[in-house]
């Protein structure tokens, strides 16, 4: 079946813009996470939701950052006043089940902040 | 300091070799160890996972989990040009925060 889905692939912004990433998870898959990738380093994570709701948002940098899934599918990560340290891979995750080391990732967004 | 360490690469193997990849942590509450597989601007692929000690075996990859020592390793058997990738180990405790090492870059020659 499809994968988790993302789009754009890429996006390139200039600094102090705001920009809009979406996630489409597995078909019934209730939790979705938002991780960061760095250059050469691991994903680092960033907000997990379980259904509509954020359970945890306590990887968000700061407040230029925020995340909706309004429907429990969709999410969409949502970058205030773009800076140059944003840019990276954020990559979406969606599991079957809550609160699940079984994360099943997207091919993620390349945000590049100019 | 990074709560899962791994070992810097980059690798390269022949075909038909073993590649060892090998991981440390520090969180004692960690009990899921997951490896990933991350081609070059894919997203990261879920190999194996493990929970707690012991070892576990796919096809030609086997994980191993010590939680005595901290230490987590792959191995990667016959490989194939098609392995060539950077491999990414994460750990967990109950809930979902992966926390990832940096990823060894594998090179199999053919």
């Known amino acids: 079946g499809a994968g988790v889905s993302q789009t754009p692939s890429n996006k390139v912004t200039e600094k102090g813009k705001y920009v809009e990433l979406r996630c489409d998870p597995i078909?019934?898959?209730?939790?979705l996470y938002w991780y960061r990738q760095s250059l050469g380093q691991g994903p680092e994570f960033l907000i997990y939701f379980q259904g509509t709701g954020a359970a945890d948002d306590s990887g968000l940098p700061n407040d230029r950052f925020f995340a909706v899934r309004p429907e429990g599918s969709v999410s969409t990560l949502k970058i205030q006043r773009t800076e140059r340290g944003d840019s990276a891979v954020y990559l979406c995750a969606s599991s079957l089940r809550p609160s699940s080391y079984e994360q099943y990732f997207g091919p993620g967004t390349r945000l590049t902040v100019t | 300091q990074k709560e899962v360490e791994q070992d810097p690469g980059p690798l390269s193997v022949p075909e038909g070799a073993i590649v060892s990849l090998n991981c440390t942590y520090s969180n004692s509450a960690f009990q899921y160890f997951m490896w990933y597989r991350q081609y070059s601007r894919k997203g990261p692929e879920l190999l194996m996972y493990?929970?707690?000690?012991g070892n576990k075996e796919d096809g030609r990859f086997t994980a191993q989990v010590d939680k005595s020592s901290k230490y987590i390793s792959l191995f990667i058997r016959d490989s194939q040009p098609s392995d060539s990738a950077t491999y990414l180990c994460a750990s967990c405790s109950n809930d979902y925060k992966l926390s990832f090492g940096a990823g060894t870059t594998v090179t199999v020659r053919a």
């Open positions: 493990t929970y707690s000690s």
């Open positions: 078909s019934g898959h209730t939790a």
